[in-house]
Nanobody
Framework: QVQLVESGGGLMQAGGSLRLSCAASGRTISGVAMAWFRQGPGKEREFVAA????????YYADSVKGRFTISRDNAKNTVYLQMNSLKPEDTAVYYCAMGPIATMTDSRYYYWGQGTQVTVSS
């Protein structure tokens, strides 16, 4: 049984930084793409970042480009999202996802975590 467990969320002031982690169990993350999505209050889930299976390609939503960095450590079976220069509009539940290719399309991901709350105060 594959599980993705996110951690690292919390309350942060605008301008601050947080690092989210997504630890996978039940299968290796080697050979699959990983991504982060988020869902803000009253909003639909949206793509944040994705990384290809060997980390050679990374994709970001325009809203986070230059501020967020996705990375992976296949040896630790973990994916990270470093979030800098946080803004109140980054407030959301952040979800980790696993899929065959790095894409912005959420339907292409077949495993999802339960999410971790990030709240950014102004």
């Amino acid at each position: 049984q594959v599980q993705l467990v996110e951690s690292g969320g919390g309350l942060m002031q605008a301008g601050g930084s947080l690092r989210l982690s997504c630890a996978a169990s039940g299968r290796t993350i080697s050979g699959v793409a990983m991504a982060w999505f988020r869902q803000g209050p009253g909003k639909e889930r949206e793509f944040v970042a994705a990384i290809s299976s060997i980390g050679g390609s990374r994709y970001y939503a325009d809203s986070v480009k230059g501020r967020f960095t996705i990375s992976r450590d296949n040896a630790k079976n973990t994916v990270y999202l470093q979030m800098n220069s946080l803004k109140p509009e980054d407030t959301a539940v952040y979800y980790c996802a696993m899929g065959p290719i790095a894409t912005m399309t959420d339907s292409r991901y077949y495993y999802w975590g339960q999410g971790t709350q990030v709240t950014v105060s102004s």
